[in-house]
């Protein structure tokens, strides 16, 4: 049985993105970038490195209620290592928030001595934020912004559709519509956004995604499976083991057999609906 299913999603905005990006830069300190921190890797921009050029770069870890905080640590460390600055965030509860304006600074901290040294004390630092969709960027504009969303006043060069949020009095962010995603060829990351929730799943064959997404928690977290469950047999392929599940629910068909629809349906909402458990899908050494 082929595993693979081919995902294509957004196919293709980037030329277009990298143009309006590379026409704000000049007015950018740094960059934002909003990812899933339970799948790092597929759910950034591929292409970012060349867009922002040398700009400095700050990771938020998104979503990171949801994800491993053990791999969550070893991603943050991950970047550290390679020059970048990641902070687990989780815009829905806010934790994580508050480290965003002191890392910004630090980050950017020879910027503010350069402007004490030319009397420009209370220029504000300026931060753009992306994103592709579905990762909590607007999430994260609204709980860092606040209730009042104040807008700076329009910028000269700015693309019409970009706005301008004063977080503080030396801290301005730019919120950057638009589809940020070439089309991608690794059907891995399709999968990966796809287990989140990223895609849509009337696009999908749930089946097929159930028994990919049980691949990954059969394999680092059994126990999770087991806790929600019961017991399971894991010498079995992940079709069986959806089956085992489906039918441990109840789920079945005329003649005993599983009905492997409606267990996969359930497996996805019972994932993303976070009742299994924390679970990180990436893992940094599988990538580094």
């Keep these: 049985m082929d595993n693979k299913q081919t995902i294509q ?15 704000i830069l000049p007015l950018i300190d740094a960059v934002a970038e909003v990812v899933d921190a339970r799948i790092p890797i597929s759910s950034r921009n591929p292409d970012l490195a060349e867009i922002i050029e040398n700009k400095p770069h700050i990771i938020l870890l998104n979503k990171c209620d949801m994800a491993d905080s053990r791999i969550t640590r070893e991603w943050i460390d991950f970047y550290k290592k390679n020059g970048i600055t990641a902070i687990a965030i989780d815009c829905k509860s806010g934790k994580g928030i508050n480290q965003f304006k002191d890392t910004v600074k630090t980050a950017l901290a020879h910027k503010l001595e350069a402007y004490a040294q030319k009397g420009m004390v209370g220029k504000p630092l300026r931060v753009m934020v992306i994103g592709i969709p579905n990762v909590g960027k ?3 504009i609204n709980k860092i912004a606040g209730k009042t969303r104040a807008k700076a006043e329009n910028r000269p060069g700015v693309t019409r559709g970009n706005q301008w949020f004063t977080i503080e009095k030396q801290l301005e962010l730019l919120d950057t519509p638009g589809v940020l995603w070439p089309k991608f060829e690794d059907q891995t990351v399709g999968e990966h ?15 097929l995604l159930a028994v990919r997404l049980l691949e990954i928690m059969g ?16 010498s079995l392929d992940a079709y069986e083991l959806l ?3 489906g039918k441990k629910r109840g789920m079945v068909i005329r003649g005993g057999e599983t009905d492997t629809e409606r267990a996969a349906n359930m497996l996805l909402e019972e994932y993303r609906n976070q009742k299994i458990g924390n679970i990180s899908l990436e893992r940094v050494e599988d990538y580094a």
């Design 193 to 207: 956004l796809a287990f989140t929730g990223a895609v849509k799943d009337n696009i999908l064959d749930t089946e």
């Design 243 to 245: 089956c085992q599940i």
């Design 9 to 23: 999603w957004f196919p293709g905005h980037m030329a277009k993105t990298k143009r309006k990006i590379k026409e």
């Design 138 to 140: 607007s999430s994260f």
């Design 219 to 234: 394999k680092n977290y059994p126990e999770l499976l087991t806790n929600r469950y019961g017991e399971l047999d894991f």
